[in-house]
Antibody, heavy 123, light 108 residues
Framework: QVQLQQWGAGLLKPSETLSLNCAVY????????WNWIRQPPGKGLEWIGE???????NYNPSLKSRVSISVETSKNQFSLKLSSVTAADAAVYYC?????????????????WGKGTSVTVSS | EIVLTQSPATLSLSPGERATLSCRAS??????LAWYQQKPGQPPRLLIY???SRATGIPARFSGSGSGTDFTLTISSLEPEDFAVYYC??????????FGGGTKVEIK
């Protein structure tokens, strides 16, 4: 059974860089997109971005100038960096596996989620 | 960007009742829509993918339907553990991948 284990600093000061890591256990790293999703307290889900095992990335345009996602395939790990954080970046951050399938169209779904890391931004 | 609009925002029902949740896309996503359930303090759990396919281990009381811009998640008979928040999600026209705002199913 595939599991995602995530870790990183949970308390940041404004203007610092958020850094989170996610390791994939029990399954293949290739053939999927590896995503970061966040959820501010009491609010809905926001997509941050994704990477595949080849290193191809896609980012949410609203965060693109501050986000970087990287991959270390030898360790089955991927990472998130978000620069210049403010209070608006406080949220639970999830690492997630995205499956891509094809009929006569492509369809996508997120089937494995990490437990989440709560990030607080405070001076 | 494709906007997903979920309605109602809150659904107040009793155990045993039928729940019908709606997700409307601002443009067609074909059948490429997924549904998730989230309980407090937990990550979302995949329920439905490709609009109508149940994920592994999901009970048969959960069903999805729709295509194009209008989708429905139906819970045929609510169990106590089904009271939660439900989200729809698309990645057809991206970036960005988008989620709906959620529907909270609460006990009446």
């Amino acid at each position: 059974q595939v599991q995602l284990q995530q870790w990183g600093a949970g308390l940041l000061k404004p203007s610092e860089t958020l850094s989170l890591n996610c390791a994939v256990y029990g399954g293949s790293f290739s053939g999927y997109y590896w995503n970061w999703i966040r959820q501010p307290p009491g609010k809905g889900l926001e997509w941050i971005g994704e990477i595949n095992d080849s290193g191809t990335t896609n980012y949410n345009p609203s965060l693109k100038s501050r986000v970087s996602i990287s991959v270390e395939t030898s360790k089955n790990q991927f990472s998130l960096k978000l620069s210049s954080v403010t209070a608006a970046d406080a949220a639970v951050y999830y690492c997630v596996r995205l499956v891509v399938k094809r009929r006569y169209y492509y369809y996508y779904y997120m089937d494995v989620w990490g437990k989440g890391t709560s990030v607080t931004v405070s001076s | 960007e494709i906007v997903l609009t979920q309605s109602p925002a809150t659904l107040s029902l009793s155990p045993g009742e039928r729940a019908t949740l709606s997700c409307r896309a601002s443009q067609s996503v074909s059948s490429s829509l997924a549904w998730y359930q989230q309980k407090p303090g937990q990550p979302p759990r995949l329920l439905i993918y490709d609009a109508s396919s149940r994920a592994t281990g999901i009970p048969a009381r959960f069903s999805g339907s729709g295509s194009g811009t209008d989708f429905t998640l139906t819970i045929s008979s609510l169990e106590p553990e089904d009271f939660a928040v439900y989200y729809c999600q698309q990645r057809t026209n991206w970036p960005p991948l988008t989620f709906g705002g959620g529907t909270k199913v609460e006990i009446k």
